[in-house]
């Protein structure tokens, strides 16, 4: 069918003009601002071209909710990724491929890429369309850097072994930061010998010299994906921006870690699951840390108070000896940065009170780290 034929159907209520369009063009100024130049030219790209796909497009701007928050349009960038990848549409996979061979930083000319994106939008829109129903599902071990950062300084002030518990786990690469080889500036933990390197960009200074000891990991997600399958393995790589070669190369190198060593993930909704884990006996001298990297905002309310309150219980009951932390990798309230807060628990003055630790990249490429205080 040609292009110029295509309509919106007549059994859709008419949306509401403009914010597709809008949140595209913010999220191509935000791919701009990270360097993103390919990314940010498909991004305007599709905003010109989307009525080439009614359904998508109303789904768009009918979203129930912040499509920021939600993550929409990171979602149709996946799909798009997937089909370039998958090769059913040779031409979005020809201009993907280049995009990965010039390293994401050049555009293709904005008439050819339109062109191959209204072909694309048109043959893919149900596929599209599903990966639009279905959650974002990053598991950018980069951030672990975060996490390990302040394990090290913690075990300086009060050295005892980590019980790890994530949220919102995805495939769990996270729940293996004991065999992955962390650079932090002039610091580094974990396993020298991983071919997981993981070295972000580090101002500010080093973190204290403590040691990162993991005496159990566990994580939940409401649809955990399994390291063993192939097409979870290429959902996460679709989530990878086009030309991104290091960071699909340490993917890669995640995901065949993690066949040896599986990690632990369970099915469910994180407020109930995490309120079953703190209710588990805690080892003396055994430190119990909360992680959670880029969930909050896909979180309802009513969930991330669940969360609040399980901590809020079982930190009135922590020691020096049984301490509770919570870790967490997030967008600020005004998303205006990503922030690395800390929250500690331990039957002492200032348990319970929030800290700042870092300012990072969202996909932790750098961390300006101010480290803990007290």
């Known amino acids: 069918m040609p292009i110029a034929a295509l309509a919106e159907p007549a059994c859709l209520p008419a949306p509401v003009k403009g ?47 912040d499509l920021a928050s939600a993550g929409v349009i990171f979602r149709l960038g996946a799909g798009l990724h997937a089909m370039a990848r ?64 302040v394990l090290m ?11 790890l518990l994530e949220l919102g786990s995805s495939a769990g690469l996270n729940l293996n930061l004991e065999h992955y080889d962390i650079h932090m500036g002039a610091q580094r933990a974990g396993d020298c010998s991983s071919e997981v390197c993981i070295a972000p960009r580090w101002s500010g200074h080093a973190p204290l010299p403590g040691r990162t000891r993991i005496a159990g990991a566990r994580g939940v997600d409401l649809n955990p994906l399994d390291v063993r399958r192939e097409a979870d393995g290429e959902r996460l790589h679709a989530y990878i921006w086009p030309g991104e070669r290091a960071r699909s190369e340490r993917l890669r190198a995640a995901l065949v870690l993690a ?64 301490p509770l932390v919570r870790v967490g990798l997030e967008w600020n309230a005004d998303r205006t940065a990503v922030e690395v807060t800390l929250t500690q628990w331990h039957g002492q003055a200032g348990a319970g009170r929030p800290q700042v630790v870092a300012q990072c990249h969202p996909y932790a490429e750098w961390f300006d780290w101010a480290g803990l205080s007290g």
């Open 19 to 65: 914010r597709a369009a809008a949140q595209l063009a913010i999220e191509a100024a935000k791919a701009r601002s990270f360097g993103k130049v390919f990314v940010a030219a498909v991004l305007e790209s599709v905003a010109r071209v989307l009525p080439q796909a009614p359904l998508l497009a109303h789904a768009i701007e009918t979203w129930p909710g």
């Open 153 to 163: 300084e913690l075990d300086a002030r009060a050295p005892m072994r980590t019980s």
């Open 259 to 322: 066949r040896f060593h599986p990690p632990q993930v369970d099915r469910g909704r994180a407020g109930e699951w995490l309120g079953q884990q703190l209710a588990l006996p805690q080892p003396q001298g055994e430190r119990r840390v909360v992680f959670h990297s880029m969930v909050a905002q896909y979180l309802p309310e009513t969930e991330r108070r669940m969360i609040d309150l399980a901590l809020a219980q079982a930190g009135r009951v922590a020691t020096p000896s049984t």
């Open 86 to 149: 998958s090769g059913r549409h040779p031409g979005l996979a020809a201009i993907y491929r280049d995009a990965r061979a010039d390293a994401a930083d050049a555009a293709p000319e904005p008439l050819l890429l339109d062109i191959t994106l209204s072909l694309a939008l048109h043959d893919g829109e149900a596929d599209l369309l599903q990966w639009m129903s279905g959650p974002t599902q990053t598991n950018e071990v980069a951030r672990v850097a975060a996490l390990a950062a």
